[in-house]
């Protein structure tokens, strides 16, 4: 399985960005996926869920600005964010939810 991010860069604060992360193997599309945000020095967080079936779940703080969405026929996940704000920074992953499969993340820059 290989997950590669892309779609990151620098924003200013009430911009917006599309993540997207291309899935090959075949854990798509009957896994549920994530994306995961990571700021230095800290845990790895999980900010938007989606399930095979489409049912989606976001942190509290992206509740409303972040949209969560996959195409299970082009293997892709994606990741609408509007709005962003500088706490939004950091490196975004993908990851089929309960796997060991992570990608090299895509680094998002949101600039006060």
């Known amino acids: 399985v290989q997950l590669v991010e892309s779609g990151g860069g620098l924003v200013q604060a009430g911009g917006s960005l599309t993540l997207s992360c291309a899935v090959s193997g075949s854990i798509f599309p009957y896994n549920a996926m994530g994306w995961y945000r990571q700021e230095p020095g800290k845990q790895r967080e999980l900010v938007a869920s989606?399930?095979?079936?489409?049912?989606?779940n976001y942190l509290d703080s992206v509740e409303g600005r972040f949209t969560i969405s996959r195409d299970n026929a082009k293997n892709t996940v994606y990741l609408q964010m509007n709005s962003l704000k500088s706490e939004d920074s950091g490196v975004y992953y993908c990851?089929?939810?309960?796997?060991?499969?992570w990608g090299q993340g895509t680094q998002v820059t949101v600039s006060s």
């Open positions: 989606i399930t095979h079936t489409g049912r989606t």
């Open positions: 990851h089929p939810v309960g796997s060991t499969y």
